[in-house]
Every structure is written in structure tokens, then in C-alpha cells.
């Protein structure tokens, strides 16, 4: 019984752990001729704190923030381009276009 209990607190463990950083923010960066671009994201959170390191597309112009949480965040590219945006759990795709 007691190993049973212990089994059960541990998954439910990790489930909730799961839960918490069930979300990933990906997509394609272009610019204003829809080209893809390297260049370097930074995810924030509301309050302005960086999560994560930052990160550079690949020469396709994909970026990709795994196991985050679900919540509002600002995405820098490059030097001024800033978005603020939400992401839910599970995979959100979100493009971004530099003028």
C-alpha cells in the first residue's frame, strides 16, 4: 500500500510538472520580402525577464522555445522589431515578418 502511495504522488509529480512547461512557441522569420532571415529571438516575459537563452533562426528563418509555459510573452527580433503575444499549451506557431 505504502509503495502504491508512493507510486502515485511521484506521477502525479510529473504530470504537473508536464503541465507547467507543456508549450512550445515556433515559426519563420522573414523580411519585408518574405526571405527567410538569420537572425536572433528573444522571448521575455510581461515583466520584461528573459527566459531562456536567446536564439538564432536557422538559415530557413525557423526558431523554435521549447518546454515554456503557457502564458503572454514579448518576442524580440533583432535590434527593434518586439511583439507581444500569447502562447497556449501545446505547440503555437507564430511567423513574424521584419519591416
Request: a positive charge; glycine letters at 10%; hydrophobic letters at 45%.
Amino acid at each position: 500500500m505504502k509503495r502504491l502511495l508512493i507510486t502515485f504522488v511521484l506521477l502525479a509529480g510529473m504530470a504537473g510538472f508536464s503541465v507547467l512547461h507543456a508549450a512550445e512557441l515556433s515559426g519563420i522569420v522573414t523580411d519585408k520580402n518574405g526571405k527567410p532571415v538569420v537572425i536572433q529571438v528573444i522571448l521575455k516575459d510581461v515583466n520584461g525577464v528573459q527566459v531562456g537563452a536567446p536564439i538564432t533562426t536557422t538559415k530557413d528563418g525557423s526558431y523554435s522555445f521549447v518546454e515554456i509555459k503557457p502564458m503572454s510573452y514579448i518576442v524580440t527580433v533583432g535590434d527593434k522589431n518586439q511583439w507581444k503575444i500569447f502562447v497556449g499549451p501545446g505547440v503555437t506557431r507564430r511567423d513574424f515578418n521584419l519591416k
